[in-house]
């Protein structure tokens, strides 16, 4: 059981990255009921970016991405992405996917990190300016 993120890189700022998040030894959409995208820059704790609660259908975005990342998934591909759009030199971070057993790991409107039990390994964003 395990979750691998992918697609990171070094990028400009303004420009798109979209991040890959391929689950393997489970189907997401048969036991997971939380999907969340999380970040950490070094020396800054890490930070809840966006999620999706299967059960509900509810999204949550972080007011720092909100309007420029965007979750989604795609059951029949197991993965799930995460697209960056007008990156700034913020952004910067390495970024992980986890995924949650109950839908309380995104609802109503929190982001709680302590409720993903399945973590990926993390990719490196970096935004150059």
């Known amino acids: 059981v395990q979750l691998q993120a992918s697609g990171g890189g070094l990028v400009q700022a303004g420009e798109s990255v979209r991040l890959s998040c391929a689950a393997s030894g489970f189907s997401l959409d048969l036991k997971y009921y939380a999907i969340g995208w999380f970040r950490q820059a070094p020396g800054k704790e890490r930070e809840g970016l966006t999620c999706n609660n299967v059960m509900g259908g509810q999204t949550y975005s972080s007011d720092s991405v909100k309007g420029r990342f965007t979750i989604s998934r795609d059951n029949a591909k197991n993965t799930v992405y995460l697209q960056m759009n007008n990156l700034k030199a913020d952004d910067t971070a390495v970024y992980y996917c986890?995924?949650?057993?109950?839908?309380?790991?995104?609802?109503?409107?929190?982001?709680?990190?302590?409720?993903?039990?399945?973590w990926g390994q993390g990719t490196q964003v970096t935004v150059s300016s």
């Open positions: 986890a995924a949650g057993d109950t839908g309380f790991g995104c609802y109503n409107g929190r982001q709680e990190p302590d409720e993903y039990d399945v």
